[in-house]
């Protein structure tokens, strides 16, 4: 065939099909039409935004006389910078997600919808002029409104058809002017109504003011532990309470309500030169130095930096960013796990790098986010830090990119695309000729593993900053604990699990006689992990996913935390009518309640999903514990990350076998991780610390590895129990997920799915990818979901690769209750639960 005349694209829509949609460029469109370009094409009845990926190679054009035009180019310069759109190429490429998907992830919100484009009359038709008729209904509808009109506001009113011909035409007779704005900034300042409560220090006091007003208490003490302030309409609506509750609390005067200021961005405040500025030590100059070496050459590769807690890594980004930013006039990347759970470090690089820092929060609106968008693009801004999706950043002229917690697994997206940041920070650095930087005191072990074999430059800050020890840490055995508070107990006494051992109360005694400041871990939400029938031995379940309900005793509910269904919490057995029923498995709830009564004078706050609701209340219960107003901090894994309080001399792990057991292959791994990062809370000033560590098994690899604080000796041992069976990282692997809404059809399609995936290694001859399954889900039901999966590992990337793109565009369901069956691939996942 003759090769088409005029110019072809291969446009990227966010639409699930594995593939590229082809278009022509209009001659009037050919100057603005380079790849990255957002553009607008008719696809089906409708009109869709895309993104130009590259010039089409003519053999897939096929009829050129089907091809339909591109109806216009939206932004002066390409939306997406080139350095980015390679960067999307490869997401789409290794993760198997549609290019438009992943280009639609990598913008601001504003960017990917149609909302921006407005239409102004410029004119009147000049007399005789001959408009078509759609032209005409065009003018006429601009003509009855004032100022510029939304095209989204357009198609509401006048209908969904294909309108840019028109608008072209228009404009370029003169009439119509076309303006693209990002989303409107929200107005600066917004109010809430907000309930602040009092401290009501002690136990007795409250049994005085509540009595018998039980859902009052429940109000004050829900409140409490959101951080001492709550909005309004988040307590009426989300979480039950009547005004009448709430106006009960005012009246008693142990609240009041008030109309507050919207808190802004924290971060927008701070001032340069606010944080303290240390001179490197020697161990962090020699760690300076290597990377600011590699900066200098022209692939300055990837580095993981591991260093105990409270080594000081921080300091090295910062110096690091100092040499890209300052004295080679780059730009720069950090990606931290969770910004909100991260002020400090946060701070310290605004504290820095004061204006030319962006920070990008999900707290941003979609306004605020564009506006940082644009001062990153246009260079303004040299340094931005986020999470995730911040190394999407279209910084020109990068020069470092740095990971932080590398082994977080926040890192990796949960829905398509479901990248790895840290990965695609790799990949970004060298794309750009980056260094890339990995730090973490308990590295992943893919990182690790990549560092022994060379892959990466491995440094190490092997001690704390000043020389301060490591806290030392003593295990408590729960089961001779449990034994031992038994025995000593009369027969007649609640036989309930140990949440505080004697020692570790003893402990917290002491540190609130000091003045000090303890925190406690418990990675369990709610009051009770399950509710239980002693009668008949009935779980309460979840009627859409087959895992228990978690009781959470303030808001006497039950709940899902996979898919959120709630419900009252029952007063007796649905299967056989007993009243006795047993509430199993501490939460974050129960061990609220034990420490406050088992010190009723303590200032206590509680960090947990259910406590931090609102945009900013990390921040504000972070910053009470900062100012010394809280005695004890307790929470779930948010409370291990990052944070450096000097004051706080001891930690305590209420129970770290919680996780350790999950049917997942990574689950030891993350119960290190977490043990390890949490005691690296305690003994950070000069007051030293303590950890203690309860739990049921004491001679555990990972649980002996943390208390020595020993990461070489646990990878070591994990490592071994990956090697048979065979997961990461001595394999790759892609976990694909067949779930439906009927049993067997999912169950069908899955083993359908396998047998195709069989089949096709079997007739291409490929050796070097294994098929384990199809088998359920270890939980086989989310979300009213039944799920399936398989696995597909090998010791070649690029194989794996092809074999699961092969199966990703060519397998479709075929039965015919197929309609509900959705496929995801999961490549590299970090859990397979
Ligand atoms: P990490 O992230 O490795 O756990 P941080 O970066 O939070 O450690 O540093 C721990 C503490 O040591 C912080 O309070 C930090 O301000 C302090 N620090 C870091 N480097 C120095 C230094 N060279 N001199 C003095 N204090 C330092
Ligand atoms: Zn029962
Ligand atoms: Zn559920």
Redesign the pocket.
């Known amino acids: 065939m003759p090769c088409p005349p005029g110019l072809y694209v291969d446009v990227a829509l966010p639409l699930p099909p594995p593939r590229t949609f082809t278009y022509r460029v209009p001659d009037a469109l050919r100057a603005q039409a380079r790849p990255g370009a957002r553009v607008l094409v008719p696809f089906g009845s409708r009109e869709r935004i895309g993104w130009i990926d590259r010039v089409s190679d003519p053999a897939t054009i096929g009829d050129p006389e089907k091809v339909k035009p591109i109806l216009g180019v939206l932004d002066g310069a390409p939306s997406v910078t080139p350095a980015v759109l390679r960067l999307c190429r490869w997401i789409a490429g290794y993760y198997l997600s549609p290019l438009g998907q992943v280009i639609r992830t990598a913008l601001p919100a504003g960017l990917t919808d149609s909302s921006t484009d407005y239409l102004q009359l410029t004119g009147d038709p000049a007399p005789g002029r001959d408009l078509g008729q759609q032209e005409l209904k065009l003018v006429e509808w601009l003509r009855g409104r004032d100022g510029p009109q939304a095209v989204a506001r357009l198609r509401r009113e006048m209908g969904d058809r294909v309108w840019w011909p028109t608008i072209r035409r228009l404009e370029e007779i003169g009439l119509v002017r076309v303006m693209t704005e990002g989303p409107r900034v929200e107005p600066p300042v917004r109010t809430r109504r907000v309930l602040r409560v009092r401290e009501l220090p002690s136990l007795l006091e409250r049994d005085r003011i509540f009595a018998r007003a039980a859902r009052q208490r429940e109000a004050f003490e829900t409140v409490e532990a959101m951080g001492g302030a709550a909005d309004v309409p988040h307590l009426v609506n989300e979480l039950g309470f009547t005004y009448t509750i709430l106006n009960a609390l005012v009246k008693k005067e142990v609240a009041d309500i008030a109309e507050e200021e919207v808190s802004r961005d924290p971060y927008a405040g701070v001032e340069a030169g606010a944080a303290?500025q240390?001179?490197?030590?020697p161990a962090?100059t020699s760690v300076i130095r290597r990377l600011v070496e590699a900066t200098r050459t022209e692939k300055p590769g990837t580095f993981l930096l591991r260093?105990v807690?409270?080594?000081?890594?921080?300091?090295v980004y910062i110096e690091l960013l100092r040499e890209v930013v300052e004295r080679q006039g780059k730009t720069a990347i950090v990606l931290v796990p969770e910004i909100a759970l991260t002020p400090q470090t946060v701070g310290r690089f605004k504290a820095v790098f004061g204006d030319r820092v962006a920070v990008l929060h999900s707290a941003l609106s979609d306004g605020e986010r564009y506006d940082e968008w644009r001062s990153l693009r246009s260079g303004e801004k040299r340094i931005v830090v986020g999470a995730r999706s911040a190394i999407f950043a279209p910084l020109p002229d990068l020069g470092a990119i740095v990971v932080d917690e590398e082994h977080e697994s926040s890192y990796k997206q949960g829905e398509a695309p479901r990248y790895h940041a840290r990965e695609v920070a790799v990949v970004r650095a060298t794309i750009e000729g980056a260094v890339c930087l990995l730090g973490s005191?308990t590295p992943s072990l893919e990182s690790w593993a990549n560092a022994q074999a060379g892959k990466y430059t491995l440094l190490e800050?092997p001690e704390r900053?000043?020389g301060q020890p490591m806290p030392p840490i003593r295990i408590v055995d729960l089961r001779a604990e449990r034994k031992r508070q038994r025995d000593s107990s009369g027969p007649m006494q609640d036989r309930g699990p140990v949440i505080l051992s004697d020692l570790l109360v003893t402990a917290i005694g002491q540190r609130i006689a000091r003045g000090e400041q303890t925190i406690l871990l418990l990675n369990r939400r709610g009051y009770a992990n399950f509710v239980q029938c002693r009668e008949c031995g009935m779980v309460w379940q979840c009627p859409n996913c087959n895992v228990s309900l978690t009781y959470h005793r303030r808001r006497a509910r039950l709940t899902c935390h996979y898919c959120l269904h709630e419900e009252p919490s029952p007063g007796h057995c649905a299967a056989c009518g007993s009243k006795d029923l047993s509430f199993k498995g501490v939460g974050t709830e129960q061990v609220e309640r034990t420490v406050a009564e088992t010190f009723p004078s303590a200032r206590i706050a509680r960090m947990d999903v259910d406590t931090t609701s609102g945009k900013w209340s990390h921040h504000e219960i972070l910053g009470r514990v900062e100012r010394r107003e809280v005695d004890i901090l307790m929470g779930t894994q948010m409370i291990a990350k990052?944070l450096?309080f000097?004051n706080v001399t001891l930690v305590g792990v209420i129970n770290a076998d919680v996780g350790i057991n999950l049917p997942d292959f990574r689950a030891t791994e993350r119960t290190f991780q977490l043990m390890t990062q949490v005691a690296?809370r305690a003994g950070?000033g000069p007051k030293g610390g303590e950890v203690f560590i309860q739990t049921a098994l004491p001679t555990h690899y990972a649980v002996a590895a943390a208390t020595e604080h020993d990461f070489v000796t646990f990878a070591e041992k994990e490592l071994e129990t990956r090697r048979e069976p065979r997961y990461p990282p001595f394999t790759r692997l892609v976990n694909v997920v067949v779930s439906g809404l009927e049993e067997e059809a999912t169950q069908e399609a899955a083993t359908a799915a396998g047998e195709w995936v069989a089949g096709l290694l079997e007739s291409r001859r490929v050796r070097d990818v294994t098929l384990t399954g199809p088998a359920p889900s270890p939980i086989d039901r989310i979300r009213g979901r039944w799920r399936w999966h398989f696995l597909l590992r090998s010791d070649h990337a690029d194989t794996l690769g092809k074999v699961s793109r092969f199966f990703w565009e060519r397998w479709h369901p075929r039965s015919p209750k197929a309609a509900d069956i959705r496929v995801i691939i999961d490549r590299d996942p970090v859990q397979l639960l």
Do not use: Y
């Not at 240390?278 to 030590?281: A, C, E, L, Y």
């Not at 807690?309 to 300091?315: D, I, R, V």
């Open positions: 303290p240390h001179r490197p030590t962090q260093g807690t409270g080594s000081g890594k921080t300091l005191a800050l900053v000043g990052g450096d000097p690296g950070r």
